[in-house]
């Protein structure tokens, strides 16, 4: 039985010698130290010993037993290193490949120009105010002190909705808003999307986006609102920019003035961006009429402010030489992409 033993752990090494996988390791440990293997098989036959034999062949076949155990685990241990430098080897990743190129996005022109403004007048202790696109005839036309049958009003010019909502046709609404909710002093600006009854071409499109201004405080002059859109224009076009007023009429404003920048491109002496000007218009403004300050409630006796509005296509174009409005809304990256 001895001999029967010494066989069987000798065929167990000499197999587990010659496994190569983890799966033939585990079909082997199933084979000797499993409830089949022939180690328990012939522990079967212990009562066919002498009781002085038994003790003796049962410690053998343990220590067979814990023997294989041992040669297993280090034949388990040997195969899983060979299988991980396999694996390694095989999942080798070439780190001097050169990568894909992926595409980045960038800001849109308009969104560029627009976050630009904004700093520039959150610099200056403005804040920035939302008005809803969709209005009504009061907030775009009678709290604005536009007479009834002022030619703006005809649908020929404004989107209706109804007889008296619309699509605002100028960012100015939010000054009433502005003027409803709050105490003066108010300093804010607001950009956003304005909508008019214009046909599609390269300076026209029924939506555009315009920056609304307004400051409402004590002893407010037309000096300020100069000053104001002066710093403003030295930080948008550049340090050397010049402005200048031209008397103009707002319904809303009393006086209104068209403001012009000196040309950035040739300093005033008159180029192809300025058409020969040497200025170009960028926008409308004026000191707040006393009928809208006292239709939003404010008492023109103690307050005044001014107020000004400006197309941000306008000076998108001209600031990045775009010559059709168009591209600014074909979403093209070929032209987005130089921005
Ligand atoms: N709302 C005017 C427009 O769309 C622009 C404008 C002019 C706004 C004068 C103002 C202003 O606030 O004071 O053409």
Redesign the pocket.
């Known amino acids: 039985m001895k001999e029967q033993l010494e066989a069987i752990k000798a065929q167990a090494l000499k197999e587990l010698e010659a496994a190569s996988s983890a799966a033939e390791l585990e079909q082997l440990r199933v084979n000797y130290l499993g409830k089949k293997s022939p180690l328990t098989a012939a522990l079967k036959n212990m009562g066919s010993l002498t009781p002085e034999e038994r003790p003796i062949v049962g410690q053998m076949a343990n220590s067979i037993k814990a023997e294989i155990a041992e040669a297993l685990d280090a034949a388990k241990e040997k195969i899983g290193q060979l299988e991980l430098a396999n694996k390694l080897e095989k999942e080798k990743i070439d780190v001097t490949l050169p990568s894909k190129k992926c595409a980045c996005g960038k800001l849109h022109p308009l969104t560029k120009i627009q976050r630009e403004m904004e700093e520039i007048f959150l610099g200056m202790g403005f804040s920035i105010a939302e008005g809803p696109e969709v209005e009504t005839e009061y907030y775009n036309f009678t709290a604005l002190n536009t007479p009834e049958f002022h030619p703006a009003r005809d649908v020929q010019d404004t989107f209706y909705i109804t007889d008296k909502v619309l699509l605002r046709?100028?960012?100015?609404t939010t000054?009433v808003h502005a003027m409803e909710e709050n105490k003066p002093p108010i300093r804010v600006i607001s950009p956003g999307r304005?909508y008019r009854s214009d046909a599609v071409d390269a300076t026209h499109s029924p939506m555009f986006h315009?920056c609304?201004?307004?400051v409402i405080d004590k002893g407010i002059t037309m000096s300020d609102l100069k000053g104001t859109l002066l710093l403003f224009a030295k930080q948008m076009f550049g340090e050397k920019t010049e402005i200048r007023f031209r008397p103009h009429h707002?319904p809303?404003?009393e006086p209104?003035c068209e403001v012009d920048v000196s040309c950035f491109v040739c300093g005033g002496k008159g180029c192809s961006v300025c058409k020969g000007e040497g200025w170009i218009e960028i926008?409308?403004?004026?000191m707040?009429h006393p009928n809208v300050l006292r239709m939003s409630g404010i008492d023109p006796e103690e307050y005044s402010g001014?107020?000004?509005?400006?197309?941000i296509e306008r000076i998108v174009m001209t600031k990045f030489g775009i010559s059709d409005m168009r591209l600014l809304y074909e979403n093209d990256v070929r032209f987005l992409s130089q921005f």
Request: net charge negative; hydrophobic share 45%; aromatic share 16%.
């Open positions: 046709s100028q960012t100015s000054q304005v315009q609304e201004g307004l707002f809303f404003t209104s926008l409308g403004a004026g707040v001014f107020a000004f509005g400006m197309g």
